[in-house]
């Protein structure tokens, strides 16, 4: 089974920055990885995705050139550099594997078959 652990979150003032975490195990390292955020009283939103080996990399048109996306095969983990943070980046921070190797722009949350406990991410 998919076993993925988020760490990192915290809270930050606007325009700080933070670096998230997910350790990974019992997945193919193969397969495409991201991360999801869920707003408080929102849906839970797709923030980037990164393939294997890193080539193919997307982002969110609300985070394209302030987070950064990327992952370690060799240590399992994947990573979301997160600055210039707003107000509106405040959420609970999910990592997700897909299950699938290639990656989709804006992915529906369907393609991916693991799913982290979340860390929770405060801008004010």
């Known amino acids: 089974d998919v076993q993925l652990v988020e760490s990192g979150g915290g809270s930050v003032q606007a325009g700080g920055s933070l670096r998230l975490s997910c350790a990974a195990s019992?997945?193919?390292?193969?397969?495409?990885l991201g991360w999801f955020r869920q707003p408080p009283g929102k849906e839970r939103e797709w923030v980037a995705s990164?393939?294997?080996?890193?080539?193919?990399?997307y982002y969110a048109t609300s985070v394209n050139g302030r987070f950064t996306i990327s992952r370690d095969n060799a240590e399992k983990t994947l990573s979301l550099q997160m600055n210039s943070l707003k107000p509106e980046d405040t959420a609970t921070y999910f990592c997700a594997a897909a299950s699938t190797t290639s990656c989709s722009y804006y992915p529906s949350q369907t393609e991916f078959s693991g799913w982290g406990q979340g860390t929770q991410v405060t801008v004010s």
């Open positions: 990164i393939s294997f080996k890193g080539r193919t990399i």
């Open positions: 019992g997945y193919s390292s193969y397969y495409c």
